[in-house]
């Protein structure tokens, strides 16, 4: 059980994750950080670009 404050790196692509029970706080805040091994699957995806249509403006926490 992580406590506040703590911090995991994980492969996600590789272990089953999320949530057992529903987050018991009003708000949390989240960090994905998304990387490609240079010498992994994945090798030529590096520095790819994604576009998007739209942006997502979320409103702060109450």
Do not use: C, I
Not at 3 to 30: C, E, I, K, T
């Amino acid at each position: 059980m992580l406590a506040p404050g703590d911090g995991l790196f994980y492969r996600g692509v590789n272990l089953r994750h999320g949530r057992m029970q529903p987050n018991p706080n009003r708000w949390s805040a989240h960090l994905f950080l998304f990387w490609v091994d240079a010498e992994g699957e994945f090798k030529d995806l590096a520095f790819d670009r994604m576009t998007f249509n739209e942006s997502v403006d979320f409103p702060p926490p109450r």
